[in-house]
Every structure is written in C-alpha cells, then in structure tokens.
C-alpha cells in the first residue's frame, strides 16, 4: 500500500525537534552535527537570532499581500542585490526550480522580442541539476531526472562537463542560452575552472547567447564570495540564487541585467507567493549579515581550515577516501567505499553529511560553523570512517 506520504525519499530514520548553530536535536536530546544545513540552504545554521528576530517581527505585522501591491522588502533586497552584482533587475521566487523557470523563460523571450524566434535552444551540462520542474529537467537532461517524466520539454541539448569541443560543436544558430553551475553540486561538487567560466563567457559573447549561471547552491557566500562565478573575473547574464538566500525560509531569485530581461514587461510573467513579506523579511536578514566582507572573509579563512583537515583525513583513510574538492564551504569527498555507507556510519557517529552524485559526500555546514565544530567534524567523520573500515573487513572476512 503506498504510503500517505508520497514515498518519493529515502529517509533516514532521524527526527530533529529543535536546532542551534550547526546542531540538530532529537525529541530524547542526542545532538548531531549538521554539515549538510538542510542541503546549503540554513546558510546561518539553526535558530540564528537575528533571522528568527526578522521572522517574529515580520509575522507580527503582516505574512502575504500578493505582488497587487508594493513591497517594500522587495524593493530593498533588490537594491541591495543590484548594488552587490552584475545585476540591474532582480525577480523573486519561492525556490531554484522556479527560478530556473523564470531563467529559461526570460532567455526565450529575450530572442523573441528582437525577432529572433528561432533562438530557443539552451545548452545545459552533464552532471547538472537545476530543479525538479520540466524546464529544471530539461535542462540537466540527466536520465535519473527525467526518466518516464517525457515528452520533456523541448529546446535542450546536452554536453559532457568540460568538454569544450563538444560544447563548441553543439552551437549553431538556434542556440539563445547556455546554462551552467559554477560549481556542480548534485553531480559530485566539482567546480568549473575559472579559465572555463572565461571562456564560456567570451564564447557566449561571440556568438550571441545569453549566459545563464545556475548559484542555487553554490551562491550566497557558500564559495567565500557572495557569488562564486566573481572568484572568475566574469559575469552571466541571468542568474538563479535560491537555498542559502531565505537562510531556511523558502526564496528564490532570478538576477539578470537591463539587456537580458528587456523583454520581461508586465503581465509576462508572475508568481503569488514569491517575494511576499515574511520571505522578504528573512532574504533581507540573511542577505546584511552574509554580504559583509568580514563575514565572506571568514568563510574563507574556515574552509581553509576545514579543506586542510580533509586533506589530512583522506591521508589518513586512503581506502574509504580518494580526495577532497570544491569551493569554499561547498566540499565533497569521493569516496572508494559506497558514500551512502558512509553517510550512514556518519549517523552513528552523529554527523550528517548528504550524497551527490559521482560517489561523493558533501559538506555544506553553515557558513556560520565554528572552529570547535569544525575540529568535532574531522572527530566524527575520522570516526565514521574507521568504522566503515572495521565493518568491511569483518565482511570480508566473513566471506
Ligand atoms: C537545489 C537546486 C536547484 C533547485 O532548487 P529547489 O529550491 O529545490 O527548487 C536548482 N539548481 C541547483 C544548482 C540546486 O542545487
């Protein structure tokens, strides 16, 4: 019989009542260190005073007016997006997939309003996840995504990550945008080399496509910059930010310059929760405290820290760990044994980590993490591992 909770999650068997900074709390009081923030989305872990401050005052006064009427928390967080990136023009949503809706659509419509209807192809990567609505499937093409879901919508080509003879190859004149995660994070956190990134951007310019930057996940001060496509010098024309911004509150944005959203005037496009003022209130929270350069500055200096301390961990588990990569505090660890094995002997040691893709663990701890947690972490991911290892030899000896 199906379950009344439509069974489309593996769950483990952990129930949290209550969290604080990077700690989650069972109803009988055992703690677990967090270092996955609800898959990059508690960017100032748990219960940050000043978020649950925001979201008090805020429901206090006023939860939902619909986008009929003007609200100054939109305003004021779009400003402070504008003035913090590439962007001229900012669109809230509730969540990534549907900001990669609004990215596509404004592509398409970009092309259109200058007569060029033809141009409706985007170019997305292997690898890639950027959603779990047709166009965020479409887009990352990938079979587990997509597999029964068809006719998918059309207008999507696929090329292998990093091939940039493949991608040259797939261009022609129908292609109006390329689609990309500066850094993959569902596919095994493997970031794009800046060289990459410039040269997707120049590729883009010559042949006049829009250049989409997918930073749900890697975004939002997650890389040690507020945006991890600036550690490359250049910048896309429409950009999703969704996870880290609302701090836990669902949020979502589309960035995207004058040129690029020309096309998106009103009536064109809408959304009835997106950017209401209980969401606003958060994203505007979130968003003072993550943009200080004090703040960035010390992710960086902590993901120094905690990288150099994996490092030290994967030389020492040679057989459960092949290496450490990412950006920031946006960290994967390939693994030789199964990561969903270890992500379970991670319970028992009471830490939380979550699995991507390409057989990695990643770590996504609240930017706000400690050095003490970050010293607890290597403690109990040390510990998981020599767990794992102690087990598989007894199966291998009992075989
Ligand atoms: C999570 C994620 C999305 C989808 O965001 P939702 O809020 O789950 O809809 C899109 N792109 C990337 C890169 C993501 O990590």
């Not at 700690?23 to 990059?40: H, M, N, P, S, V």
């Not at 990695?360 to 947690?373: F, G, H, K, Q, Y």
Request: net charge negative; proline share 5%.
């Amino acid at each position: 019989m199906i379950p009344t909770l439509l069974p489309t999650y593996n769950r483990a068997p952990l129930t949290f009542t209550s969290g604080e900074g990077s700690w989650l709390t069972e109803a009988g009081g055992t703690r677990y260190l967090d270092l996955g923030a609800g898959i990059a989305v508690n960017a100032l872990g748990h219960a940050h005073p000043a978020l649950v401050q925001a979201i008090t005052d805020q429901a206090q006064k006023l939860w939902h007016v619909s986008n009929l009427y003007q609200i100054p928390g939109q305003q004021a967080l779009a400003d402070k997006l504008v003035d913090q990136t590439f962007a001229d023009t900012v669109f809230f949503t509730n969540s990534g997939t549907e900001a990669c809706e609004l990215a596509v659509k404004m592509a398409r419509r970009h092309w259109h309003a200058k007569g060029m209807d033809d141009k409706t192809t985007v170019i997305g990567f292997e690898g890639s996840f950027h959603g779990r609505s047709s166009a965020g499937i479409a887009a990352a093409g990938g079979a587990k995504l997509t597999e029964g879901f068809g006719p998918l919508l059309p207008g999507f080509k696929h090329v292998p990550f990093g091939d940039h003879e493949a991608l040259k190859a797939a261009i022609d004149d129908t292609v109006g945008a390329i689609i990309i995660e500066p850094v993959q994070g569902e596919g095994g956190i493997r970031p794009v080399p800046d060289q990459c990134l410039k040269g997707l951007r120049d590729l883009c310019d010559e042949r006049d496509i829009l250049l989409i930057f997918d930073e749900v996940q890697c975004g939002m001060g997650r890389t040690g910059r507020l945006f991890a496509h600036e550690w490359s010098g250049i910048s896309p024309d429409i950009m999703m930010v969704a996870k880290g911004i609302g701090g836990g509150f669902p949020l979502g944005a589309v960035l995207a310059t004058e040129e690029a959203a020309s096309a998106m005037t009103a009536g064109s496009h809408g959304t009835t929760y997106g950017g209401n003022p209980l969401a606003m209130a958060v994203g505007n929270a979130v968003m003072d405290i993550v943009a200080a350069p004090e703040f960035l500055a010390e992710v960086t200096r902590k993901s120094g820290l905690l990288r150099q301390k994996l490092e030290g961990l994967v030389a020492i588990h040679p057989d459960v760990f092949e290496k450490v990569r990412g950006s920031g505090l946006m960290l994967g660890l390939k693994c030789k044994l199964p990561n969903t094995d270890l992500i379970a002997a991670g319970y028992a040691e009471h830490v939380l980590t979550v699995p991507a893709a390409d057989n990695v663990i990643r770590l996504l701890p609240a930017l706000t993490i400690t050095e003490e947690d970050i010293d607890q972490a290597l403690t109990r991911l040390d510990a998981a591992a020599t767990r794992l290892k102690t087990r598989s030899h007894e199966t291998a000896n009992a075989g």
